[in-house]
């Protein structure tokens, strides 16, 4: 069967997930802040690999698409 996307919110993201956020771009979770920024509302999602470094701050109650292998 072919991976699919489910909707998942923030604060159940975890390291290893692929991600694709509101913007529509995609990343792998390598790391998961949280709290964010002294506050348990906000949680940043980190992609850290040879290729980039990418940091994405979101709302814990946001919803992103998690690719979901079958």
Do not use: K, Y
């Amino acid at each position: 069967m072919a991976p699919t996307w489910n909707t998942r919110a923030v604060s159940e993201v975890r390291a290893g997930d692929r991600i694709q956020l509101p913007s529509g771009d995609e990343m792998q979770v390598a790391r998961v802040e949280s709290p964010f920024l002294g506050t348990d509302a906000l949680v940043c999602l980190i992609e850290d690999s040879d290729v980039r470094w990418f940091a994405q701050p979101l709302p814990v109650t946001m919803e992103v698409q998690v690719l979901q292998a079958s």
